[in-house]
Structure formats: C-alpha cells, structure tokens
T-cell receptor, first 113, second 112 residues
C-alpha cells in the first residue's frame, strides 16, 4: 500500500504565483518529512525537511507546513519561477532514519513564464 | 569531490541475464541505499547498508542482491533480470542516519 499519498500528480502555475503540493501519511511513527526536487535526467536533491515538533519551516521561497493531527504536510513555493519547474517528491521515515525513506508518487510542476 | 557515482547510465538486458549496477561515493558516508523509480510510484527502497559488511532489505528486495565490502562501494546485483525490473535505479548515501541523502544521477535499465 502507498504509505505516503501525494497530490496533485501535475501542476501548472504562472510565474510569480504560489505552488502548493500536498502529502498525507498513515503511519504515526513517521517523524522525518523531507521534500526532494528532481530535474530531468538527475537524481533527487533534498530541498527542505521538517520534524513533527514544529508546524512550519521556511527556507527562502520554500515552506513546509505540517499538521500532525491531520497527518498531512505540504510544500509551498512562493513567487514561483520557471527554474522551479521540476518533479517534487514528499517522503517520510521513522525514527529520523533518512536512509529508509517512503516516497510519495511525485508531482510534476510546470511554471509558465 | 565526485559525490555519488553510478555506472552505467543506461543498460539494456534480455530476460534472464544478470548484471551489476555500480555505485561509489567519495564522501566517507557510512550509509548507502538503492532505490528504484517507476512512473506514478515515486521511489521505492530496495536495499540499504549502515556500514561496511552490514546490509538489510528495503521495501522491494526480491530479485536483487547487495554487498558492502568497503565504505565507498555498494553494488546492486540483478540475479536473473525480468521485464518487471525495467526502471530507473538510484543509489544514495548519507554521512549519518539522520542526515540528508545524496543521490547519484541514476541508471536507466530496460529488460526485454
């Protein structure tokens, strides 16, 4: 079964707009929630990550919002740029173990100029 | 500093053939892992290693073997390739179990 469900599968946003990608998880033992960014032909690269002791983490234009009671977390990209066009994956792991990540299905984001 | 290096970048196999996907890292990372990426499925963990001589299974280990004889290398062996193993394979490493993963650029494998 898919332990981490990601939506939408694809997203088109105008330049300067806000891109929002959502993820939901079932396993309450998960305690590490990263987002990875992947460009075509490349491996994923860590974008930003959060642990459940905080509800929000911001790094530049990228923000993770975390709702522990709803078992949901989301990525917000402010002032979206064409260079942000990529596939984004949410993920989760237990006991803070970055090595055993469970990934969502991915969202292909396109930022129109 | 090359990071995580995977070879080959592309490979075509016939059903039943065996091969080894190579992965090497030069960052002195203790932790290494293999993921496969399939459309609509995200990435799924195949095997991982917490140090030389120590390996364990991930979510989808069937049909794959690994070994970790050195800190730097973590090869993935396909014993008898099947069309269901057509995928993009990524190797990843991290310094500690709770630090970010560094991914290689992937191996695109097709099994006919």
């Amino acid at each position: 079964q898919q332990q981490v469900k990601q939506s939408p599968q694809s997203l088109i946003v105008q330049k300067g707009g806000i891109s929002i990608i959502n993820c939901a998880y079932e396993n309450t033992a998960f305690d590490y929630f990263p987002w990875y960014q992947q460009f075509p032909g490349k491996g994923p690269a860590l974008l930003i990550a959060i642990r459940p002791d905080v509800s929000e983490k911001k790094e530049g234009r990228f923000t993770i919002s975390f709702n522990k009671s709803a078992k949901q977390f989301s990525l917000h990209i402010m002032d979206s740029q064409p260079g942000d066009s990529a596939t984004y994956f949410c993920a989760a792991s237990m006991l803070g173990g970055a090595q055993k990540l469970v990934f969502g299905q991915g969202t292909r984001l396109t930022i129109n100029p | 500093n090359a990071g995580v290096t995977q070879t080959p970048k592309f490979q075509v196999l016939k059903t039943g053939q065996s091969m080894t996907l190579q992965c090497a890292q030069d960052m002195n990372h203790e932790y290494m892992s293999w993921y496969r990426q399939d459309p609509g499925m995200g990435l799924r963990l195949i095997h991982y290693s917490v140090g030389a001589g120590i390996t364990d299974q991930g979510e989808v280990p069937n049909g794959y073997n690994v070994s970790r004889s050195t800190t730097e290398d973590f090869p993935l062996r396909l014993l008898s390739a099947a069309p269901s193993q057509t995928s993009v394979y990524f190797c990843a490493s991290s310094y500690r179990w709770d630090e970010k993963l560094f991914f290689g650029s992937g191996t695109q494998l097709s099994v006919l």
